[in-house]
């Protein structure tokens, strides 16, 4: 029989397709500012002693991480003539951009720990704000269409503004920093203008999406029920887990290159090359896998590119250092063309997941929670790479001053055959994921008959 939806099914505009997909734009800017500048900004501009700048930065993440399953849980229960998530979009929005000028406004403070104090209570904001957007953003998804292929379309349009807002963050810093008279002067406006990057980007969304009605039953459990729940449905896990391995072996492919061009390659300015030509594949190749995944399914694509993505970086640590940096750089070009999928699919997928516990427990919907521990298992996998990054080069013996043979063995295995663990792991755990065309349609008919 033909399933009753939540909404009919029509064909998305242009103007929700590139609304929705333009606020991932400053998202993943943020990320990108954040994680290669920040640190450098916090010791060597404003002048933070190094042990207190990485402190800051765990108190930030580790707060951020908290805030997410919070916002979450709370946009769940949120109704206003404005929608569930957009009002959390817009107030986060605004917050970000004055946030943004502030945390990269210079100051001199009469003490360490005053300018410690400080910047953490800035960061800690910044990332308050920046969950207010990011995690209702990412519940909308499942909210715009229950459709099994627009869903996938629509994450093509949020990665492919991701990507770009990647190679804004990544390419504009230093420029606008040097562009002014004075350092200081500089990094504030880089800031104020990447905040209103941010902003105008979010509010695109915010007005150009509508959000439907919900007339479902209220969702009433518990803040700790609600997520133990969610966390034992063996659907969620078959996507979670591997979506979390991938993003750790990635991220230790990510903060390892450098080190790989700089003391394999001897050539740090390549790393740059490199980054660009993994980042522009991935870019290039959205739409490419979007139409596979139209005649294979979303699943099937994501093994197959996290298994391009495992054979690439293999290849690029165990050959690199015998066939050079160009090979080097192709590698990292075809590596992209898999790493493409992780743009896509994992997006495309949790609103499918959600659609399966509004009619598994018909107790409401529940975005905000599933994507709330989406963003959380990510982070975790990002903090856990880093710490291992660490962890793994200290073990070789890594000194900048003096990087011997050990140290050398050491960044091959974090360039490959160590992410390449977490790729396989999350490979073999994601084949147990059920949910395909066929199944999706399964889940609708079911619901029209309760």
């Given at each position: 029989?033909?399933?009753?939806?939540?909404?009919?099914?029509?064909?998305?505009?242009?103007?929700?397709?590139?609304?929705?997909?333009?606020?991932?734009?400053?998202?993943?800017?943020?990320?990108?500012?954040?994680?290669?500048?920040?640190?450098?900004?916090?010791?060597?501009?404003?002048?933070?002693?190094?042990?207190?700048?990485?402190?800051?930065?765990m108190?930030?993440?580790?707060?951020?991480?908290?805030?997410?399953?919070?916002?979450?849980?709370?946009?769940?229960?949120?109704?206003?003539?404005?929608?569930?998530?957009?009002?959390?979009?817009?107030?986060?929005?605004?917050?970000?951009?004055?946030?943004?000028?502030?945390?990269?406004?210079?100051?001199?403070?009469?003490?360490?720990?005053l300018?410690?104090?400080?910047?953490?209570?800035?960061?800690?904001?910044?990332n308050?704000?920046?969950?207010?957007?990011?995690?209702?953003?990412?519940?909308?998804?499942?909210?715009?269409?229950?459709?099994?292929?627009?869903?996938?379309?629509?994450?093509?349009?949020?990665?492919?503004?991701?990507?770009?807002?990647?190679?804004?963050?990544?390419?504009?810093?230093?420029?606008i920093?040097?562009?002014?008279?004075?350092?200081?002067?500089?990094?504030?406006?880089?800031?104020?203008?990447?905040?209103a990057?941010?902003l105008?980007?979010?509010?695109a969304?915010?007005?150009?999406?509508?959000?439907?009605?919900?007339?479902?039953?209220?969702?009433?459990?518990?803040?700790?029920s609600?997520?133990a729940?969610?966390l034992?449905?063996?659907?969620?896990?078959?996507?979670?887990?591997?979506?979390?391995?991938?993003?750790?072996?990635?991220s230790?492919?990510?903060?390892?290159?450098?080190?790989?061009?700089?003391?394999i390659?001897?050539?740090?300015?390549?790393?740059?090359?490199a980054?660009?030509?993994?980042?522009?594949?991935?870019?290039?190749?959205?739409?490419?896998?979007?139409?596979?995944s139209?005649?294979?399914?979303?699943?099937?694509?994501?093994?197959?590119?996290?298994?391009?993505?495992?054979?690439?970086?293999?290849?690029?640590?165990?050959?690199?250092?015998?066939?050079?940096?160009?090979?080097?750089?192709?590698?990292?070009?075809?590596?992209?063309?898999?790493?493409?999928?992780?743009?896509?699919?994992?997006?495309?997928?949790?609103?499918?997941?959600?659609?399966?516990?509004?009619?598994?427990?018909?107790?409401?919907?529940?975005?905000?929670?599933?994507?709330?521990?989406?963003?959380?298992?990510?982070?975790?996998g990002?903090?856990?790479?880093?710490?291992?990054?660490?962890w793994?080069?200290?073990?070789?013996?890594?000194?900048?001053?003096?990087?011997?043979?050990?140290?050398?063995?050491?960044?091959?295995?974090?360039?490959?055959?160590?992410?390449?663990?977490?790729?396989v792991?999350?490979?073999?755990?994601?084949?147990?994921?059920?949910?395909?065309?066929?199944?999706y349609?399964?889940i609708?008919?079911?619901?029209?008959?309760?």
């Amino acid at each position: 029989m033909t399933a009753t939806r939540r909404h009919p099914i029509k064909a998305i505009t242009l103007r929700t397709k590139l609304g929705f997909g333009i606020g991932d734009l400053g998202g993943n800017l943020f990320f990108t500012i954040i994680g290669f500048y920040l640190l450098y900004y916090f010791t060597d501009v404003v002048g933070l002693l190094p042990a207190l700048a990485g402190t800051a930065l765990m108190i930030g993440k580790i707060w951020d991480a908290v805030t997410d399953p919070v916002t979450g849980y709370l946009s769940d229960r949120t109704r206003t003539r404005f929608g569930r998530r957009r009002p959390y979009m817009f107030v986060g929005a605004i917050i970000s951009f004055f946030c943004m000028g502030l945390l990269f406004t210079p100051v001199e403070l009469s003490s360490q720990g005053l300018l410690f104090v400080y910047l953490t209570f800035l960061y800690c904001l910044l990332n308050t704000a920046y969950t207010l957007v990011n995690i209702p953003y990412a519940a909308l998804l499942p909210e715009l269409t229950d459709d099994y292929y627009q869903r996938t379309i629509l994450t093509g349009y949020r990665m492919s503004f991701a990507v770009v807002g990647t190679f804004v963050g990544a390419a504009l810093v230093m420029p606008i920093v040097s562009a002014f008279p004075t350092e200081n002067l500089g990094w504030s406006m880089m800031g104020t203008f990447m905040g209103a990057v941010m902003l105008f980007s979010t509010l695109a969304t915010v007005f150009a999406i509508t959000e439907p009605a919900h007339p479902e039953k209220e969702v009433q459990e518990g803040f700790f029920s609600t997520f133990a729940e969610v966390l034992k449905e063996k659907v969620f896990l078959t996507a979670l887990l591997p979506w979390t391995f991938f993003i750790t072996g990635t991220s230790m492919v990510q903060g390892s290159l450098v080190y790989y061009f700089t003391y394999i390659f001897g050539n740090e300015g390549l790393f740059q090359l490199a980054l660009v030509a993994l980042l522009s594949f991935s870019l290039l190749c959205i739409p490419i896998w979007v139409r596979i995944s139209h005649r294979i399914g979303k699943k099937r694509c994501y093994m197959i590119g996290m298994g391009i993505m495992s054979m690439g970086v293999l290849l690029f640590s165990l050959l690199g250092q015998r066939l050079g940096p160009v090979f080097g750089v192709i590698i990292m070009a075809v590596s992209g063309i898999g790493l493409s999928t992780h743009y896509v699919m994992p997006h495309a997928i949790l609103p499918d997941i959600v659609e399966y516990d509004v009619t598994l427990h018909a107790k409401g919907r529940r975005e905000g929670v599933f994507s709330s521990l989406w963003t959380f298992s990510s982070k975790l996998g990002q903090a856990f790479a880093l710490a291992l990054n660490g962890w793994i080069l200290a073990l070789f013996g890594y000194q900048s001053e003096a990087v011997g043979s050990m140290a050398k063995t050491g960044i091959m295995l974090l360039c490959g055959p160590l992410p390449l663990i977490w790729y396989v792991l999350g490979i073999i755990i994601l084949k147990h994921y059920p949910i395909d065309q066929a199944f999706y349609q399964r889940i609708l008919s079911q619901r029209s008959e309760q």
